[in-house]
């Protein structure tokens, strides 16, 4: 394991971007977003983008992805009622699998508050197996890279 401090991500790190307003109850008694939060807009930035997109059909769809991984590193606090802008981009893309990277962003901010990563396994809605990536999420991947 990597000893190296991490440090905050440019805005040009990402590809697609999507505005995460806050809400009062995000906010813990230290007056800043509570940690659990920014795994929640991590889900709602990545899977927002893919239903936008034609992707991901969360009602119908045969496939779906299940979170196996996350993770985030902290830089600097965010509070409500600040809008967060969530930069959004694939690191890898595997066979059943993808790897989103996150960085989430204070309104024109040019590094980012937050940053971390989270990973997809597509599997099949029936089964809850793995199974191949569908053409229209490899297109929306492609775009994201």
């Not at 927002?48 to 196996?68: K, N, S, Y």
């Amino acid at each position: 394991m990597s000893s190296a401090r991490p440090t905050p991500n440019p805005r040009d790190h990402y590809r697609a971007f999507r505005p995460i307003t806050t809400r009062w109850m995000d906010n813990d008694i230290y007056g800043h977003v509570n940690n659990v939060v920014y795994y929640s807009w991590f889900d709602t930035a990545v899977n927002a983008l893919l239903i936008e997109r034609g992707a991901l059909d969360i009602h119908h769809g045969g496939t779906i992805g299940f979170v196996v991984e996350t993770q985030c590193n902290y830089f600097a606090p965010l509070a409500f009622p600040q809008t967060i802008e969530a930069g959004v981009r694939v690191a890898h893309v595997g066979s059943s699998s993808v790897r989103y990277e996150v960085g989430l962003f204070a309104a024109e901010a040019p590094t980012a508050a937050a940053q971390g990563h989270f990973v997809h396994v597509y599997v099949d809605r029936a089964t809850q197996r793995p199974v191949a990536l569908p053409a229209a999420l490899l297109a929306v991947l492609d775009a994201l890279r």
